[in-house]
């Protein structure tokens, strides 16, 4: 049963010249007849992707390819500017940790906010906030606002909440390791559950090798474009042919 996909997909963004570009310089420039309309890059085109129920789908390409940009439609946290994108299912993405929280608030009431946003109850949420805190090491911490925990902290709750969900899909982004040896350790074994269980799993790394012997399939993104989904062994040996000596 397919759970993920993708007709046809295409997103343009904004270049970092646009972002840079403020307002008082806009209407400067159009007081004088020099506005021009800023670029914009095609960071996705016409992408075609189904994953189905269960399946480890490895993502691999250079970096700016356009792998991370795919995660975060998926996720649904940017829409393509055109096609269309199914998900069925819960979906978890750990694709920039800690991306989310307020660092204003509490990390009791962030795990309570993180989780709602993932569309949990607040009941919910509550009861899993032991083994969250457990789990990420921050049980004295709980009521200490955000801002106040190492960028390492920061990592380990957004871990720990993500995948205590057991979401029906969890999306990795170089993400796989976090924290000290003791940490990164317990982040292995609980990744090890989901790859023995039916959630789906679809991960960004450049870690070929844990590509290959941990993903049924690897997905090749190249400029934008879907270039190649096979085997994950084939997908991984069909991208390093390809690579240009430095």
């Given at each position: 049963?397919?759970?993920?996909?993708?007709?046809?997909?295409?997103l343009?963004?904004?270049?970092?010249e646009?972002?840079?570009?403020?307002?008082?310089?806009?209407i400067?420039?159009?007081?004088?007849?020099?506005?021009?309309?800023p670029?914009?890059?095609?960071?996705l085109?016409?992408v075609?992707?189904?994953?189905?129920?269960?399946?480890?789908?490895?993502?691999?390409?250079?970096?700016?390819?356009?792998?991370?940009?795919?995660?975060?439609?998926?996720?649904?946290?940017?829409?393509?500017?055109?096609?269309?994108?199914?998900?069925?299912?819960q979906?978890a993405?750990?694709?920039?940790?800690?991306?989310?929280?307020?660092?204003?608030i509490?990390?009791?009431d962030?795990?309570?906010?993180?989780?709602?946003?993932?569309?949990f109850?607040r009941?919910?949420?509550?009861?899993?906030?032991?083994?969250?805190?457990?789990?990420?090491?921050?049980?004295?911490?709980?009521?200490v606002?955000?801002?106040?925990?190492s960028?390492?902290?920061?990592?380990?709750?957004?871990?720990?909440?993500?995948?205590?969900?057991?979401p029906?899909?969890?999306i990795l982004?170089?993400?796989?390791s976090?924290?000290?040896?003791?940490?990164?350790?317990?982040?292995?074994?609980?990744?090890?559950?989901?790859?023995?269980g039916?959630?789906?799993?679809l991960?960004?790394?450049?870690?070929?090798?844990?590509?290959?012997?941990?993903?049924?399939?690897?997905?090749?993104?190249e400029?934008?474009?879907?270039?190649?989904?096979?085997?994950?062994?084939?997908t991984?040996e069909?991208y390093l042919?390809n690579?240009?000596p430095i």
């Open positions: 049963m397919e759970v993920i996909r993708l007709d046809q997909v295409c343009w963004r904004r270049t970092q646009e972002f840079s570009y403020d307002l008082k310089k806009t400067l420039s159009i007081v004088e007849g020099k506005y021009r309309q670029a914009k890059k095609l960071v085109d016409h075609d992707l189904v994953v189905d129920k269960g399946e480890k789908i490895g993502i691999i390409g250079a970096n700016g390819s356009g792998k991370s940009t795919l995660l975060k439609i998926i996720s649904g946290i940017l829409q393509p500017t055109t096609g269309t994108v199914r998900v069925k299912g979906v993405p750990l694709i920039e940790l800690g991306a989310g929280f307020d660092p204003e509490s990390v009791m962030n795990i309570l906010l993180y989780g709602v946003l993932l569309g109850s009941s919910e949420m509550k009861e899993r906030a032991r083994s969250i805190l457990e789990f990420a090491e921050l049980e004295d911490y709980a009521l606002p955000v801002k106040g925990l960028s390492g902290m920061v990592a380990r709750l957004g871990f720990a909440i993500a995948t205590d969900m057991q029906d899909i969890l982004d170089e993400v796989l976090v924290g000290d040896e003791s940490f990164k350790n317990k982040c292995k074994q609980r990744m090890d559950s989901f790859w023995d039916d959630t789906t799993v991960v960004v790394s450049h870690d070929l090798g844990f590509i290959k012997s941990s993903c049924d399939h690897a997905v090749w993104i400029k934008g474009k879907l270039n190649l989904m096979d085997k994950a062994d084939k991984v069909c042919s690579l240009k």
